[in-house]
Structure formats: C-alpha cells, structure tokens
C-alpha cells in the first residue's frame, strides 16, 4: 500500500471535531487537519497511481471513503454520549466481507490503527470486525424522527483525483430538519473565486464553512483563523449574476443550465467546479446562483447536499428544487425532487424560478434526436 494513502487517512479526520454546547441550540466547533490533503493530492498527480489497473481511481476512491468513514463513525461514537447513535453515510461492508478482499481490509485495518496511534485522542485498536462494524454505523436510513448524522468522507473524489475542488461534508438531523452542517474545502481559496476552475492564486487556500440552525454561517481558514460571518450576494439584477454548476457533465446536464441562465439574462460563462464547495462559494457571495440537473434516472442522496444546503440558507440564501419545494431531508437516504436543485438569493429566486421551469417545458417539448 502506498505511503500517500495511510497519510491521507491520518490528515482526514483524525482530530475532526469536538462539540460545544451553546446558548444557540448546537453550535459546531470543527478541528479539521485536512489542509495536509493538497500535498497528499499532489503525489497522487506526480504518481502513476491513475494509469495503474490494480490502482484505478474508483479503488483510491474507495480506500479514502472506507478510512474516513470509520474515523468519523469512531469520533462520533466516542463524542456522542447521549441517545442512541445513527448515521446516514456513503459506504457500508458488503464487498469488504468478501473473502476476495480480505488483503484490502486488512490494509485498511492497518492504516486505521496507524491513523488512531498516531493521533492519540483514542486509545483503542480495531479488529478487522471493528472495522466492518464501523462502517455499517452509516447504514442508517435517517427519516424523520430522531436524530441523525449524515457524512459524505469526500464529495468530489474526481476532483480530488484530478487536483481540483473537494469537500468533507458533515450534518446532523434532527426530527428531519438539518440543524448543522460543516463543510472542509481544503483546495478552495479562504478569500473568494477569482477565475473559472475556482482556485485563486496568491490566496490561502482552504475554508471550513459551518452554520447552525438559528445562528447564521460562518468560514474560517482550516488552521484555525477566527470564524467571519458570511452572507450571500444581494445582487437583484441576473445579468450581473454568475453561476456555479457540476464540473462534471455527467452530474448535470449542460444544455438546460445554459438555457436557464439565457433565458434569466445572465452573460457571464459557468463557474464548473466539483462537490459541495460549490455551496460554501455561493454561502460568501463568490456567484448568485447554484444550478444542479442530473440526467434523467439520477436520484440525489441527502448526503450530497444536507451539510452544504444548511450553509447557504443561514447565509441568507435560498435552496429549492426545481418548483421551488424546499428540500426534504426527512425521506431517507434520497432526496425526493422535482427535476433538479437551485439555489440562490432571496432577490433573485422568482424570476430564477420561472426561467427554470420555462427552459424545463422546452427541453421536454423539444422532438428527439433520434
């Protein structure tokens, strides 16, 4: 196993979170150390870990979502003392319970413990069933009672592949209302988005954006800077407004956000990044509006959007499907919407509406290529 890999589950969340009760129902102090990750990306980008057939990027990527899911699901367990534990997350054990992968488990046991050792918040080791068990924490089904955590280990793992924007997405549910979320974009700028594949250079990079249910958003620099208020833009007229869409074409269809933002007057080009650092950037005001329309037969999972869509609302912003339904993180593990999800301010949210559900009819009146 590649050294890249063990450090990149020791900078993941090792020492991720701590919680402080405060007078405004849960307020979430977030420790994160994965500013180490740019470094981390880097050797993956000088490597020939991509080209690799036993190494392919959906096998990285599953190394990095099993690690940190069982160093958050530990961390959560050992700092939730109270009720009883859920969480709502991305991955589970089947295929690692196959005997076909016990020299994958095994390595990810060991990077595990090396993590926690090297750590030291928790004396504890793990048994490859620790592991397992660990895992399966995220097998949940939320809904709308109770409360639940809700993790995404990373959310853009192409983007992290390729060097690009990330994040480490956490949220917490309660009686189905998302009532924190905190958000790590270790390659996004601290200060704002200044060119179109959202870096910004001379700028520190890294932002942690946080917000509670009630007491507003807030970033900060990953090492720790002093917490500023956020808010969205207040700019009322779209042909002044720009838009964050998926960089991946595959994650939203290119054609109908384009025809949204002619028909709303918008003449700046897309700003195309991946994951939900797209939310934080639109919570400051970097751009106006989110746009996001999978291809047809796509179902979004709540923990793609719960921490980022708490981030803009306490910022002051707005976020709706494609009718301008709130979205409903009560139903369980998918989000039931209508077409897509849009997000914006609160000034330009109905003419936004209209243009969507006006490009929305032509698409679906358009004839068929074939």
Known sequence: MSTYIRVLLIALLASFFRFLMHSCSWNLLLLLRVFLLQTVQQEILQSDIQSKADKSPVT????????????????????????????????????????????????????????????GSYNITLSKEG?????????????????????????????????????????????GKVVLGVLGCPNLPLASISNLNGSSSGDQMGALFSATVGCGAEVESLEGSPPQK??????????????????????TMHDLTGSIAEKLGVQAPPVRIDSQAKYGALARGDGAIYLRFPHKGYKEKIWDH??????????????????????????????????????????????????????????????SPL
């Not at 956020?230 to 595959?250: H, K, L, M, Q, R």
């Open 60 to 119: 990285v990527a599953d190394y990095v979502h099993v690690g940190s899911q069982v160093l958050v699901s530990l961390a959560l367990n050992m700092e939730v003392t109270s009720g009883s534990f859920s969480m709502v997350a991305e991955e589970d054990s089947e295929d690692l319970r196959k005997d076909s992968a016990e020299e994958i488990l095994e390595h990810i046991t060991d990077l595990v413990n090396e993590t926690l050792a090297e750590d």
């Open 131 to 175: 592991i397992l068990s660990a895992i399966d924490t995220g097998k949940s089904e939320g809904g709308p009672s109770g409360r639940h955590w809700v993790l995404d280990p990373i959310d853009g793992t192409k983007g992290f592949l390729r060097g690009g924007q990330y994040a480490i997405a956490l949220a917490l549910l309660d009686e």
């Open 306 to 367: 719960a921490a980022g869509a708490i981030v803009v609302t306490e910022a002051g912003g707005v976020v709706t499907d494609a009718s301008g339904n709130d979205l409903d993180f009560s139903k369980g593990r998918f989000l039931d919407v209508d077409t897509g999800i849009i997000a914006t301010n609160k000034q330009l949210m109905p003419s936004l509406l209209k243009s969507v559900q006006e490009a929305i009819k032509e698409k679906s009146q358009a004839p």
């Open 230 to 251: 956020i808010s969205v833009c207040t700019i009322d007229n779209p042909v002044n407004a720009s838009f964050f869409e998926s960089y991946e074409g595959a994650h």
